[in-house]
């Protein structure tokens, strides 16, 4: 029993020392595991706007944009601006890099005529991500053949 709990101490202090992906964020690519972070958080908030819980999907939101930006503005921001995220078809992840301590991803949302590219700015405050941004950086019409 002894050794037992000696081989379940050292698995709970090595998980201790592993560093968090979020520690440090020099320019360059995201590592796998910052991908995998910006992914889960990003696709937590389409699918809270495209289900229209605006409460969910302002919980992703960084704190600084939450100290300037309320719920009911943010609201009114993703319904006049942001349609495309409330009807979307589904979306698909591109590159992610790290840009001034801040995640910026890329990605392609699917929407009912035309595929529209953004890039999400994501901050890292107390070890967690927050949406700081998102804009429409391209748009591409599908071609009927």
Same mark, same amino acid.
């Given at each position: 029993m002894r050794g037992y709990l000696l081989v379940i101490g050292a698995l709970l202090l090595s998980s201790c020392g592993k560093a968090s992906p979020l520690a440090q964020l020099p320019d360059g690519k995201c590592s796998q595991s910052q991908q995998l972070l910006a992914k889960d958080h990003i696709? +937590?908030? /389409?699918? #809270? /706007? #495209?289900?229209?819980?605006?409460?969910?999907?302002?919980?992703?939101? #960084?704190?600084?944009?939450? =100290?300037t930006i309320d719920l009911d503005r943010f609201t009114e921001i993703i319904s006049q601006q942001y349609v495309l995220l409330i009807t979307n078809? +589904?979306?698909? $992840?591109?590159?992610?890099?790290?840009?001034? =301590?801040?995640? @910026?991803?890329?990605?392609? @949302? @699917? +929407?009912?005529?035309?595929? $529209?590219?953004?890039?999400?700015?994501?901050? @890292?405050e107390d070890q967690k991500l927050g949406v700081v941004a998102a804009a429409v950086t391209d748009v591409s019409e599908d071609v009927a053949t």
């Open positions: 696709s +937590g908030q /389409i699918d #809270a /706007i #495209a289900d229209q819980n605006w409460k969910k999907a302002y919980s992703f939101a #960084a704190k600084s944009f939450q =100290e078809k +589904g979306y698909t $992840f591109d590159s992610c890099a790290i840009e001034n =301590e801040r995640l @910026v991803q890329k990605i392609t @949302v @699917v +929407g009912s005529n035309d595929d $529209f590219r953004m890039t999400y700015r994501l901050s @890292v």
